[in-house]
């Protein structure tokens, strides 16, 4: 069986525990990767830093962003993600607690695919990370992309 890569971008532990648990309680089979800050959402993307030296990674195949990162916010990073050939085309999912219209139209300036907001209610929050999971991995075509 293939799992699906999910890369999840997420800085709170509770948000992260409960996006990680819905994803595996779906039907969807993935992989997921959590990083906990901007600085090594890039890093783990384009093989920076602490992940230079390891052997490549396959790319996500949906990246769940949070806003309200530190180091970069989640803003930044998606800057950096739609600038760069590898990446551009990777769906990204901004998953976050703000309800601040500036943010949502911010996001979707800068080529976000979609906006979430977190659900307070923990059912809720459960049920919208299964969703994501189910439409970005089962549903949603991915773009193909090419061996470096």
């Given at each position: 069986?293939i799992?699906?890569?999910?890369?999840?971008?997420?800085?709170?532990?509770?948000?992260?525990?409960?996006?990680?648990?819905?994803?595996?309680?779906?039907?969807?089979?993935?992989?997921?990767?959590?990083?906990?800050?901007?600085?090594?959402?890039?890093?783990?993307?384009?093989?920076?830093?602490?992940?230079?030296?390891?052997?490549?990674?396959?790319?996500?195949?949906?990246?769940?962003?949070?806003?309200?990162?530190?180091?970069?916010?989640?803003?930044?990073?998606?800057?950096?993600?739609?600038?760069?050939?590898r990446?551009?085309?990777?769906?990204?999912?901004?998953?976050?607690?703000?309800?601040?219209?500036?943010?949502?139209?911010?996001?979707?300036?800068?080529?976000?695919?979609?906006?979430?907001?977190?659900?307070?209610?923990?059912?809720?929050?459960?049920?919208?990370?299964?969703?994501?999971?189910?439409?970005?991995?089962?549903?949603?075509?991915?773009?193909?992309?090419?061996?470096?």
């Amino acid at each position: 069986m293939i799992l699906n890569q999910i890369l999840l971008v997420e800085d709170n532990a509770d948000d992260e525990a409960l996006t990680v648990r819905a994803l595996k309680k779906s039907t969807v089979a993935s992989n997921v990767f959590v990083v906990r800050d901007g600085v090594e959402a890039v890093n783990y993307l384009f093989n920076l830093g602490e992940f230079e030296a390891g052997a490549p990674h396959p790319l996500p195949q949906v990246i769940l962003l949070d806003l309200k990162l530190p180091k970069l916010d989640g803003l930044g990073v998606l800057r950096r993600i739609r600038a760069d050939e590898r990446t551009r085309l990777i769906p990204v999912v901004i998953l976050s607690s703000s309800d601040e219209v500036a943010d949502r139209i911010q996001g979707y300036a800068l080529g976000a695919n979609s906006y979430v907001r977190k659900p307070v209610d923990f059912a809720q929050f459960l049920f919208a990370a299964q969703q994501l999971g189910v439409y970005w991995l089962q549903l949603n075509e991915p773009p193909v992309f090419q061996a470096n």
